[in-house]
């Protein structure tokens, strides 16, 4: 069944016809449009191998996030980049391709950081492998990180390996009233201590941090920072991972801010929220193209980039346009693995590419 399935997958890819990857659709609302015929991926699924001593996991795009999740929980071990779903159909497949991260990625990494290896159907039909299935196997180029973030635009990604870690024994999430310049020295000063700190969130005057690792080291943390507990904060954090929080549920456009942690207050009117230790900033506010280009400026100014995440007028451009020289080389890789543009045409870009 395995083989008969890619082989489907390379017929339509050597049909020529435009293709948009799709898994369960938890995310068709992320980047700058949907074009072409769907390319589903549910029927490709399964994972491939687990060995929970080696930490790695391999599976089928088509899988379940939930499912993965599960089979790590089992072990008590996770995908520390904590992944969002937004919705009960998620893949493992467009969990890597569209390459976003939870609370704990400020301190645990990003996506791209716990891909080991991965199998790439390409724009021509044919089968590529890159990295391996253990920590060891990763050496050169490495393509398969690159995946991590592609929205689908490389190619289909028929199978992955991921890194798992174990997870942590303790966990506390503690409770501070801050305003939001406080917060970000607070943040920034407690970044660069031996804290176990493994999430953030700052909204309309009060922080959340989380603590996570070995019971003693959460225990001296929480003695150390003081601040008050919030009971049962799992909930809180799957909020927060999920975007099911108040802050994420207005009407206006969705805004993140990618900037340095130290980066100062932004002055705005704009319902405003902080993570990561302060280097990812949520804002509610109009889409317009004079909003645009002001918040992409000020990203910029503080060394950083500005995504229209969900909702608001596309036409200003959902992603923060790249240098120059970053963009050609982005358009040489595309051109490489997709030369005839068959995979999730327009799905980054404003421009067409074919």
């Given amino acids: ?17 435009p293709l948009r990857i799709r898994g369960g659709g938890s995310k068709d609302w992320y980047g700058q449009r949907l074009e072409g015929d769907i390319l589903d991926t549910r029927g490709y699924a399964g994972i491939v191998d687990y060995e929970p001593t080696e930490l790695v996991i391999t599976a089928r795009c088509g899988t379940p996030l939930s499912e993965v999740e599960a089979a790590l929980a089992e072990q008590r071990q996770m ?7 937004f919705g009960p159909g998620a893949t493992i497949g467009g969990t890597v391709a569209c390459g976003l991260c939870g609370p704990r990625r400020a301190t645990s990494g990003a996506t791209r950081d716990f891909v080991l290896g991965a199998k ?75 804290l176990p700190i493994s999430g953030s969130w700052w909204h309309d005057g009060v922080l959340a941090l ?18 008050d507990e919030i009971p049962e904060a799992a909930a809180f954090w799957t909020g927060v991972r999920e975007q099911r929080l108040p802050f994420f549920g207005g009407s206006e456009a969705l805004w993140r ?21 302060g280097a990812h900033r949520w804002l509610r506010a109009d889409s317009d193209a004079a909003f645009a280009q002001a918040i992409r400026r000020i990203a910029e100014d503080c060394g950083g980039h500005a995504t229209l995440f969900r909702g608001g007028d596309k036409s200003v451009g959902v992603f923060h346009p790249p240098a120059p020289a ?16 068959i995979f999730n045409r327009g799905r980054m870009f404003l421009q067409r590419e074919d």
């Fill in 257 to 277: 801010l990618s900037l340095p942690s130290t980066a100062g207050a932004i002055a705005l009117s704009s319902a405003q929220a902080i993570e990561w230790g």
């Fill in 210 to 227: 989380r603590l996570s690792g070995a019971e003693a080291a959460v225990t001296a943390a929480r003695r150390a920072l003081g601040g």
């Fill in 1 to 17: 069944m395995p083989l008969d399935q890619i082989a489907d997958f390379q017929d339509r890819v050597r049909a020529g016809r």
């Fill in 120 to 194: 790439l159907l390409d724009g021509k039909g044919d089968v590529l492998s890159f990295g391996g299935r253990v920590m060891k196997n990763v050496a050169g180029y490495d393509v398969s990180r690159m995946l991590a973030g592609s929205l689908g635009t490389l190619g289909l990604i028929l199978e992955v390996s991921l890194k798992v870690l174990p997870r942590p024994f303790a966990e506390s999430t503690l409770r501070f009233e801050l305003g939001e310049a406080d917060a970000i020295r607070r943040l920034n000063e407690w970044g660069g201590r031996p």
């Fill in 326 to 341: 970053l963009g050609a080389i982005g358009a040489r890789m595309r051109a490489a693995f997709d030369p005839h543009h």
């Fill in 79 to 85: 995908l520390a980049f904590e992944p969002p779903h």
